[in-house]
């Protein structure tokens, strides 16, 4: 008999993962994701990214406000006696009543190797702590966010990259391994184990605030922070009134006062006898900018002290 799946979902790291199972035969009878939210100014309606591949692959999507205490979502899914839901980055807390309403329950392809990095930002605050490897687990979802028994975790290297690079890759993988779990879970096979929550760690909703720069700080560390903060908020500074936010560098070696501009472009003693090289940057209501063309209108100096206020 075909089995019923159910997909929910919301940003571009979750879309791989529903055309994989689209791609290969895996009947995804509904998808959920957050509805459409207005841009800044309200000019726009965006929808979500799984939206708009539901609507491409002509799936049956529903987007509610919230699932809590929602009996029209609640009756929907109890009526599509569904086997399996398959929860990616979904942006909602799953009502306890609702976890009941599949066969085999709902699983989770969280980005974190669990039971680290349990949360809204896996992906940043694994760079940010200067990870040397994250990758994807499996888990069955319980009442606990983030805490259910793991069936399995694959691991990914993270070197030079950015937050947006690692996402890609993890969402790639998480396409191409869910396939090889999917079948496990429906027949009973897949092995659950429970998580030792007592190694658990936390990652938080990242604040804009965070990406303020301390040159007091280590080079490795700000480098971690303009890293895992792409593209937004960014790891930034303010000068002269203004907010610079740095989007791309590499650590060098000069040396000299904390926070001086040591070099024409732009490289910023840190507090560890390194230093940061800006390679690309963006003042504040403008575009991105090249070191070489930032410098050429820059009112940032060779020699100059950046505050860390």
Not at 20 to 30: A, I, K
Not at 141 to 167: C, M, P, R, T
Not at 220 to 237: D, M, S, T
Request: charged share 25%.
């Amino acid at each position: 008999m075909l089995k019923k799946i159910i997909f929910m979902g919301t940003p571009m790291f979750s879309v791989p993962i529903l055309k994989s199972l689209y791609q290969n035969g895996y009947p995804v009878t509904c998808v959920y994701t957050q509805p459409p939210q207005r841009s800044k100014r309200g000019q726009k309606v965006n929808k979500s990214p799984v939206q708009g591949i539901s609507e491409t692959l002509n799936i049956e999507y529903r987007a509610p406000e919230t699932l809590k205490d929602n009996q029209e979502e609640y009756e929907y899914i109890k009526n599509l006696q569904a086997d399996l839901a398959i929860v990616v980055a979904y942006g909602q807390i799953i009502p306890k009543n609702i976890l009941s309403l599949t066969k085999k329950g709902f699983i989770n392809i969280h980005a974190s190797l669990l039971p680290k990095w349990r949360g809204a930002a896996p992906i940043q605050r694994s760079i940010m702590n200067l990870d040397k490897e994250t990758g994807i687990s499996i888990m069955k979802i319980d009442e606990e966010l983030d805490a259910g028994a793991v069936s399995n975790q694959y691991k990914l290297e993270i070197g030079d990259e950015n937050a947006e690079e690692i996402s890609e890759k993890l969402s790639l993988l998480a396409a191409e391994k869910i396939l090889d779990e999917i079948d496990d879970v429906l027949d009973d096979k897949a092995n659950f184990v429970a998580q030792d929550h007592s190694k658990a760690t936390y990652a938080p909703k990242i604040a804009k605030s965070e990406g303020r720069i301390n040159w007091n700080e280590k080079a490795e560390q700000i480098l971690g922070k303009v890293n895992g903060l792409y593209p937004v908020p960014g790891a930034w500074f303010n000068f002269d009134g203004e907010r610079y936010k740095i989007l791309k560098a590499k650590i060098g070696s000069a040396v000299g006062k904390v926070g001086e501009v040591s070099s024409d472009q732009l490289e910023i003693i840190c507090g560890d006898n390194k230093s940061l090289k800006i390679v690309e940057i963006q003042r504040q209501g403008k575009r991105v900018q090249s070191i070489n063309e930032f410098m050429l209108g820059s009112r940032i100096k060779k020699g100059m002290i950046l505050p860390n206020e």
